[in-house]
């Protein structure tokens, strides 16, 4: 029977154990809340110590264990729900539904910056093939063939909207224009 364990991760470590057959074989275990639960041969939860979270799991051989893809928050079976320390850029992943640790706002230097923008480009490409006279004007006159200028500032420009959007990067802009808006008027005072 499956069971939902939810607390705080308190320690990980490994055990070493032998199969029927003499091969050595390594699980790995976590306390989560002083109750330990074996991850498997992987922890492919990519779980760590001081993480909030909610895991399914059965008994099996004697002891709990994860049940894989069967997690009330994904298939990853744990969700990481950490609350990230100010200024420090790690506190801010978080694990999508899959496990794999993600972050947002992205930052900037990373790969995941990378395939936003291409995604973002390619939104903007189709938008402006879709609704040209949109983006690119229309004279009522005659009809405007823009230049390829025209045509490639307005793709990307969309594209960095876009980004901006997606990446969390168009908050923290709103945000530092707040913040200088805020250190000026108590400059006033």
């Known amino acids: ?6 607390g705080v991760v308190q320690s990980l470590w490994t055990k070493q154990k032998t199969s029927k057959a003499g091969n050595p074989f390594t ?3 976590a306390n989560v809340d002083g109750t330990e639960v074996c ?3 992987r922890n492919e939860e990519n ?4 993480e909030s979270v909610s895991l399914n799991v059965e008994e099996k051989f004697g002891e709990l264990q994860v049940v894989s893809g069967k997690s009330t928050h994904g298939s990853s079976g744990a969700v990481n729900t950490t609350i990230p320390k100010s200024g420090d850029q790690s506190a801010k992943l978080g694990r999508d539904s899959r496990g794999y640790q993600s972050a947002f706002p992205v930052p900037k230097n990373t790969k995941d910056i990378s395939i936003c923008r ?3 480009l390619n939104r ?3 938008l402006v093939q879709a609704f040209p006279s949109s983006f690119l004007g229309k004279d009522d006159d005659y009809e405007y063939l823009p230049s390829s200028e025209e045509i490639t500032e307005a793709v990307i420009s969309l594209a960095y909207e ?3 959007f997606v990446t969390g990067h168009r908050e923290e802009k709103a945000a530092e224009e707040i913040q200088k808006v805020q250190a000026q008027y108590q400059k006033g005072d």
């Not at 029977?1 to 939810?6: R, S």
């Not at 779980?47 to 001081?50: A, P």
Request: hydrophobic share 40%; glycine share 8%.
């Open 1 to 6: 029977m499956t069971q939902l364990i939810e």
């Open 124 to 126: 903007a490409i189709e």
């Open 47 to 50: 779980i760590e110590k001081g």
């Open 39 to 41: 991850l498997g041969f």
């Open 27 to 29: 699980l790995h275990y």
């Open 118 to 120: 291409q995604s973002s």
């Open 162 to 164: 876009f980004t901006d």
